[in-house]
C-alpha cells in the first residue's frame, strides 16, 4: 500500500474534485452520485479505509481516511498498481471471487509501513446494475502482535496449553504435545473427553457448564489417559477468550502426577509418623509404668538391704558372746576336767571348739562384708602408694615366712576411703601369697595406668596356682571356695569384699587366669567421686 504525503487540508476540495472525476470516468450520470453522495456519509464515519473500484478494478471511491493514511489519490487507477504499484491483478483477485457474490479475507504486512492490514472485499450492486467490489481495510497490527505474543508463548510454553470451540481441539501446543504423548493430528478436531479418566468426566463437564454461564471456574484437578495408556494427574485452568475472531476456551494444563506421588508418600508417611507417634507413646508410657514398677521395686530392695544388712550386724554380733562362751567353756574344760574324759570325749571336744573357732571366723567376715557400706566414711584425697606401704608393713611377717618378692610401680593418686583401700589391697595381696604354687616363693606384681583423664587401671599379678575361667564370675560372690576347707583356711568372703568394696567406688574388678599360670586381677577405678559426702552410697553391683 502506498504512504505518499500530501497536505491534510486540502482534502475536501481534491476529494469533490476527484468525484467529479468519477462522475465524468464512468458516465453513470445521477444515480451513482446520489449512491455516493448516500453512503458518503456513512464511509467518512468509520476509522477503516474504504476504497470501491469496478469490475475492471478502477478505483471509483475512497474515503477520507484512505487518502490520509495512503497520501495519494488513485481515482480512476487500477487498484493493484494504485495499492501495490503492481501491473497485474493480485493473486486473490485473479479468479474474481467477489464479482462472483464470494466474500474474499485476507491480511498482509505492508513492506512500506511495515504494518500488518486485514481487508473484507464484499460484491456491491448499485442501481445502475453494474458490479462493484469495496475493499474494508482495517489496520490489525496490534492485534498481530498480540496474536503473535500468544502463538509464541503457546508454542514455547512448558506449560500444556490447547483451545477448545464446540468440546473439540482446535489448537495444542507442544508442551501439551508432551504431557499427553500425543501428537496434532491425533488431537486436533477429536473431543476433549477423549483424553479425560471416565470417573471424572463429570467434574470436567461441570467446570465447561460453569464456564459457559459466564463464570471461571478455580482451577481443578483430576486424572487424564496419556497415549501409552497411563493414567496421570494434571490441575487445570480454563478461562473463555477470543481467538482469530472466534469464541473459545483456553485450557492451561499442568501435570501433576510427581506432585501427587510425593502427596501420596507424605500422606503414607505422616500416617507411618502418626502411628509410630501411638506406638511410641505406648512404649513411653509401659516405659513409665516400668521405670515405676522398678523405682518401687529398687526402694523396697534397698530397704531390704537394709534391714538385710541390719539383721546381718545384729546377728553377727549377737552371736559372737555365745561363741565366746562356748570356746571359754571348752578351754576350762579341756584344762579342768581333761583327765576326767574319755579320748573320745577329748575328740568331741577338740572339734566343738574347732567348730566354734570356724563359726567365729565366719562371723566376723561377716561383718567385714556389711560393714563396706553399713561402717562407710566419705571419700577424701589419698595416695595410693602410701596404702600400699601400709599394707606392706602389716603383711611383714608372711611376706618374710614365705620369702614372697613384691614389686610395686607407680600408683596414682585419688578420691575414695583410705580403710576400703587398705581392705582391697590386703585382700588381694593376702590372696596372692595364699595360694602360691608349692615349692615356689610368690611373686606379686601392681602396675598401673591413666586411662583417660578421670580413670586409672591397676593390676596385680601373681605367680601362683591359678584358676579355671568357668571361676571367673563364681570368685566375687560371698562364701564361694574353689578348694577344700582342709587344702586353704578362709571363708570364701575376701574377692566378695573387694568387689564391693570396688563397686563402691564406681569401679570394676575382673579377673584374667589359667591353671598353673597364675591370675592377674584388673581394677578400674575413677579418679574423682562425684558424691564425696555420702559414705554410705551403694552401687549397683555387676560383675
Known amino acids: 500500500m502506498k504512504t505518499d504525503s500530501c497536505n491534510q487540508s486540502d482534502f475536501p476540495q481534491k476529494n469533490e474534485q476527484e468525484r467529479e472525476k468519477v462522475v465524468e470516468h464512468q458516465q453513470q450520470g445521477e444515480t451513482w452520485q446520489e449512491m455516493v453522495a448516500q453512503y458518503d456519509a456513512i464511509f467518512e464515519a468509520f476509522d477503516d479505509l474504504i476504497y470501491i473500484c469496478s469490475q475492471d478494478y478502477e478505483i471509483e471511491y475512497m474515503n477520507r481516511h484512505f487518502i490520509e493514511r495512503t497520501g495519494h489519490y488513485p481515482l480512476g487507477q487500477k487498484c493493484y498498481q494504485a495499492l501495490y504499484n503492481q501491473e497485474k491483478k493480485c493473486p486473490w483477485c485473479v479468479n474474481e471471487q467477489v464479482f462472483r457474490g464470494e466474500k474474499v479475507r485476507r491480511e498482509w504486512l505492508n513492506p512500506q509501513d511495515n504494518r ?75 473431543d476433549i473427553f477423549f483424553l479425560v479418566s471416565p470417573e471424572y468426566r463429570e467434574s470436567v463437564r461441570r467446570n465447561a457448564v460453569q464456564l459457559l454461564k459466564g463464570e ?64 511410641l507413646h505406648q512404649e513411653v508410657a509401659e516405659k513409665q509404668r516400668a521405670e515405676e514398677m522398678l523405682e518401687h521395686q529398687a526402694q523396697e530392695l534397698a530397704r531390704s538391704n537394709q534391714e538385710l544388712q541390719s539383721f546381718a550386724y545384729i546377728a553377727s554380733h549377737d552371736l559372737q558372746e555365745p561363741l565366746r562362751k562356748v570356746i571359754a567353756f571348752g578351754d576350762r574344760l579341756r584344762t579342768k576336767e581333761a583327765a576326767n574324759l574319755s579320748d573320745s570325749g577329748k575328740d568331741y571336744l577338740s572339734r566343738m571348739q574347732n567348730a566354734a573357732i570356724r ?50 610401680g607407680p600408683l596414682p593418686a ?46 596385680v599379678t601373681d605367680n601362683g596356682i591359678g584358676m579355671d575361667p568357668k571361676y571367673f564370675d563364681r570368685i566375687f560372690k560371698p562364701f564361694q571356695r574353689l578348694h577344700g576347707k582342709g587344702v586353704y583356711e578362709g571363708t570364701g568372703i575376701g574377692l566378695a569384699i573387694c568387689h564391693k568394696i570396688v563397686v563402691r567406688h564406681g569401679g570394676t574388678i575382673k579377673v584374667e587366669s589359667a591353671p598353673g599360670n597364675g591370675a592377674t586381677f584388673i581394677i578400674t577405678l575413677p579418679l574423682f567421686q562425684l558424691n564425696k559426702e555420702n559414705g554410705n552410697d551403694e552401687r549397683q553391683e555387676t560383675h
Open 359 to 408: 563359726m567365729r571366723t565366719l562371723i566376723e567376715d561377716l561383718l567385714a562384708f556389711s560393714r563396706v557400706t553399713t561402717k562407710a566414711q566419705p571419700f577424701q584425697r589419698l595416695d595410693l602408694d602410701h596404702v600400699v606401704n601400709e599394707v606392706l608393713v602389716d603383711l611383714e611377717e608372711r611376706i618374710a615366712r614365705l620369702g614372697a618378692h613384691i614389686d610395686v
Open 216 to 279: 471461571r471456574p478455580a482451577p481443578y484437578e483430576y486424572q487424564f489417559i496419556s497415549k501409552n495408556g497411563e493414567t496421570r494427574w494434571v490441575v487445570e485452568t480454563v478461562i473463555s477468550t477470543n481467538y482469530q475472531g472466534r469464541k473459545v476456551t483456553l485450557g492451561y494444563f499442568l501435570e501433576i502426577t510427581d506432585l501427587k506421588c510425593i502427596e501420596e508418600a507424605l500422606r503414607r508417611a505422616n500416617e507411618e509418623l502418626n502411628e509410630s507417634n501411638r506406638q
Open 414 to 459: 585419688l578420691e575414695a576411703e583410705p580403710t576400703q583401700m587398705r581392705q582391697l589391697f590386703q585382700n588381694l595381696l593376702a590372696n596372692a601369697m595364699k595360694f602360691h604354687q608349692e615349692n615356689i616363693s610368690p611373686v606379686i606384681a601392681i602396675n598401673s595406668r591413666n586411662v583417660d583423664n578421670a580413670t586409672c587401671e591397676i593390676k
Open 116 to 190: 500488518w492490514y486485514s481487508a473484507v472485499n464484499t460484491l456491491l450492486r448499485p442501481p445502475d446494475g453494474r458490479k462493484l467490489k469495496m475493499a474494508l481495510i482495517t489496520d490489525v497490527t496490534e492485534n498481530k502482535q498480540t496474536e503473535e505474543a500468544f502463538n509464541n508463548l503457546i508454542l514455547h510454553s512448558p506449560i500444556g496449553i490447547y483451545i477448545i470451540q464446540d468440546r473439540l481441539f482446535r489448537l495444542v501446543n507442544p508442551g501439551f504435545l508432551k504431557i499427553t504423548g500425543y501428537s496434532e493430528e491425533d488431537l486436533l478436531g477429536k
